[in-house]
Structure formats: C-alpha cells, structure tokens
C-alpha cells in the first residue's frame, strides 16, 4: 500500500503547487505546459519505451492524437479550477471522472451491468453536483466556480477511456504509448507556449519554467507509483481503485481545508461522503 500512499501524495502535491504558484503569482498556464518536458524525459529513463520496433505508420493515432490535445488542454482548465473552486472541488471532479469511462464501459466495451455499479453511478454524480456548489448568485465568479470543475469532470473521462483503449491495444507496450502519448503533449503544450509568447504578446515567465519541471515530477510519479500499486497488489485491482481516489478526495479535502482554508458548505460535505460512498460502492458490491 506504500506505492498507493506516494500516489496520493503526489496528485494533492499536483494541486497544491498549482495552488501556490498562484498565490506568488506565477504564470499558472504557462506552468501547466512547461510540465512535460519532466515527464517525457522520466517516462524515458523509468520505462525504457521500445522506440526501435514501433511502424510509426500504423500507430492508433485515433487515440494518440486525442490524448496529445486533451493532457496539456486538461492541465490548464486543472489549473482554473483549482484557482476558482479551490483544491477540495477539483479533486472531487477528478476522482469522480471515473464514472465517464464507467458508462462508457457498458456502451462501448459491452461490459456486464451490475445493480450497485448502476447505483454507485448515479450516488457519484450527485456527489458530484454537490461538491461543484451550485450558486443563487448569476455572476461571473460563481459560474466559473462551477463550469471548470465540470470540465475537469468530463475531460478527465475522456481521457481514462481513451487510456484504456491504448491499454487494450496490444500490438504496442502500454509503457510506449504512454511515452508517444506525453510527446504528442509537449509538442502540443510547446504550440500554445509559443502562440501565448509570439502572437498574444505575453511575457514567458522564468519561475514557470522551474515550477512547471518541479510539477512534472509529481504529475509522473503519481502515475508511476498508481501502475506499481497495481503490479503490487495485482489480484485485488479494487483494493487500489478504492484507496487511491477515496484517499485523494479525503487528504485533497483536509489540505485544501486546513492549508488554503477553503470553505465548504453543508451541501459541499454531502458531496464528500457521497463521493466515498460511491466508489466503495463500485468497489466492494
């Protein structure tokens, strides 16, 4: 459980440097894209991906290409999110985005439908509704408090499904597509650096630099340990399942509370507990 506990870590650390790298005024964007650099560079030495054998030719662009756009993209609306809702709200988005390629599941990989899957889905998006905290208020604040984690919820979907139609393509090593995946992004996430600098004039900011190389560690290393935990305790997948995304929602909520002091209302905490409740309830029904 060594390699879950590290994983959990590392994804609060994600929003937690996110989180202060705003509050001293970094470029949070420009952070979010200088990321991959680290993790292409560490997926390279820890994974050794077999680059020789690959026919570049007949690669599932489909999913490669995707995911190349949706990582970098993802990161930045991440960012917002944790910027507007705070780091509790974002977690849960995260955690709960878990349900999109659930559903998927039964309509695209064709699996079995069971009652307390049915029933965990629909006692997590609820969980969801309540944590993004709906507002009376028609402002711009309020509604940016609520469309970012939403998008973090749907985005974050997407791309676990179109991991898992990488993972189930078996002509090529899960670890080199993943490889192939984080340098699509860095090329995609180098673009959107270059148009903010060249074209719409904005300063490149050195300290993203430092903070964006120090996030892709943590961003790699909370992949890294969550594939180790599943080596580690292969037959018990949902001992794993569970642990990580109930002991992200919990740890992400007492730092975002205790750390930042982001205030949750009552309908906030309900969302707490229903988002644990329905992954034990995926889990263990």
């Not at 899960?174 to 719409?200: D, E, N, P, Q, R």
């Not at 929602?249 to 507990?273: A, H």
Request: with cysteine.
């Amino acid at each position: 459980m060594i390699y879950v506990l590290i994983s959990v870590c590392c994804s609060v650390i994600v929003g937690v440097l996110i989180k202060l790298a705003r509050q001293k005024h970094v470029n949070v964007q420009q952070l979010v894209l200088w990321n991959y650099p680290t993790t292409v560079l560490l997926t390279y030495i820890l994974f050794n991906p077999s680059l020789a054998t690959l026919q570049w030719k007949v690669l599932p662009y489909q999913f490669y290409i995707p995911l190349s756009i949706l990582l970098p993209t993802l990161f930045i609306f991440i960012a917002l999110a944790v910027k507007y809702s705070g780091i509790v709200k974002t977690d849960v988005a995260q955690r709960m985005s878990l349900f999109v390629p659930l559903i998927a599941s039964f309509i695209l990989f064709k699996e079995e439908i069971h009652l307390n899957k049915i029933i965990g889905i629909a006692v997590g998006l609820v969980a969801v509704v309540c944590s993004v905290s709906w507002s009376n208020k028609s402002t711009s604040a309020s509604s940016k408090n609520s469309i970012y984690p939403l998008i973090v919820f749907v985005g974050m979907g997407f791309i676990d499904i179109l991991f898992k139609q990488i993972a189930q393509y078996k002509d090529i090593p899960y670890t080199t597509s993943m490889f192939v995946v984080f340098i699509g992004a860095l090329l995609f996430a180098s673009i959107i650096l270059v148009y903010k600098v060249a074209f719409k004039k904005e300063a490149l900011d050195k300290l993203a630099i430092v903070w964006g190389l120090i996030l892709g560690l943590f961003n790699f290393a909370n992949v890294y340990y969550y594939m180790k935990a599943h080596r580690a305790i292969a037959d018990n997948p949902s001992i794993v399942f569970t642990a990580m995304n109930v002991g992200v929602i919990v740890l992400g909520s007492l730092v975002g509370v205790f750390m930042f002091n982001e205030k949750l209302s009552l309908t906030n905490k309900i969302g707490l507990v229903l988002a644990v409740i329905s992954i034990l309830l995926i889990a263990y029904l």
